[in-house]
């Protein structure tokens, strides 16, 4: 099925995910983030342990003393940022890529966003969508932690945990989209998902995948 501003002949609306002015959502990907950014930090150091012998340590023998300061204080700020504006690009990139239409960017209470509002999209496609920062991340970023200089790489390792880190909502609706049973087509939205599948198709428990709109639009 290629992308389309409809969902096809027989297919309803089975659930969705709200990020937008859900507290109970948000409260719980804040909560569940915490442990995650640690099983991110954890493993992109082990990863870049791996790929680099030297290390990644920044120290004052890397830059003249005057500017060790400035960089230790505005280097991870820098990133964090950078991270966030290339994790939307990501994002927009692999909507572009399928849609071939130009996706919208912008923020909305504590979340930037990248979408392509009224686009339906085949499953195993918004999947890509939502996997692809971390994806492109990994594999851009273990080259220049293997091979770039000492203080790059360390922002680097950086950048991909807080990538990692950013992305717990994309990996939740990773887990509701994989959690539908038969085939399913969804609906990009600004500030969140819908997932619609064939009439014929029980929705998934509301209690199983967050706020979820049943096929006869009750929630």
């Given amino acids: 099925m290629r992308p389309s501003r409809t969902p096809p002949d027989g297919y309803l609306p089975s659930g969705d995910v709200t990020l937008g002015g859900n507290r109970r959502l948000t409260l719980a990907l804040n909560l569940a983030g915490v442990p995650w950014m640690l099983v991110c930090a954890v493993g992109y150091v082990l990863l870049a342990a791996l790929v680099r012998r030297g290390g990644t340590a920044v120290h004052p023998g890397h830059f003249p003393v005057g500017w060790f300061v400035t960089v230790l204080i505005g280097g991870p700020l820098l990133t964090l940022v ?126 199983r995948c967050g706020p979820v709109r049943t096929a006869s639009g009750a929630r």
């Fill in 82 to 207: 950078a991270v966030v504006v290339l994790h939307e690009a990501a994002h927009g990139l692999a909507f572009w890529v399928f849609t071939r239409s130009r996706p919208t960017f912008g923020v909305k209470g504590w979340y930037a966003y990248a979408a392509a509002p009224g686009w339906h999209l085949t499953r195993g496609r918004f999947l890509t969508v939502l996997l692809a920062p971390l994806v492109l991340f990994t594999a851009v970023g273990l080259p220049l932690v293997a091979f770039a200089p000492p203080v790059f790489a360390g922002f680097t390792v950086l950048a991909q945990i807080g990538n990692a880190a950013s992305a717990v909502g994309d990996l939740y609706m990773c887990l509701c989209l994989l959690r539908v049973r038969g085939p399913a087509v969804v609906e990009d939205r600004r500030d969140g998902i819908t997932w619609h599948v064939p009439a014929v198709t029980a929705p998934i428990p509301a209690s």
